[in-house]
């Protein structure tokens, strides 16, 4: 007699549907994507100084686990919506640098500055070739697993001040920023890290 019997119908029916709820959530398993969080979104006074955002990558698997990444685990590029040197803002660059420690540990550090005023004091003229309305930082992650590319986005801005319609505007900014690289990679205008060297400290 064999070990094993075919089961009862009500025994079958049960086994039916363990096997059809298997087979429903193979077939669901959640598509990997990947997260960015910074924890210094806005940055002020803009003293031209560079300032560690707090960027956290993670990867939330198929199976929804979710891994801290190192910084030798993605690519990121950084780019902004004013130019690296332009008339009031201070005349430094770099204006992003990534470091990646002996430990694999990586801080992204962002220069607290923004294009001085569009217009000048007695309003004859424009001042800057840029608005002046607050500068955008979009800061773009890949990774790639099996072929496949994953991306994710996060922002930093400097508002041109600290009064509400200012912050406002650089907010928006900032947001339609993001919505388009995660829509589809679009990065702004300028390379953050331009040519110069990488070094964490006023120059
Ligand atoms: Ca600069
Ligand atoms: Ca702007």
Redesign the pocket.
Known sequence: MSRFSVPSCPSRIFLTWFLALVASGAAHAATPYLICEVASPTLWPPNHTFVDIGLDVRYVDSCGCVRRLNGNQFDVAITQ??PLDDIGDGHFEPDACLEVDACGCYHLHVRAERQGPAWNKDDTGPKTT??G????YLIVVTRTVAGVQYRCCATVTVAHSQNKDAKAS?AA?AQAAKAACERDGTMLEYDSEGDGPCVVAKQ
């Open positions: 919506d004013e840029g608005a309305d607050g500068r955008v650089v900014q």
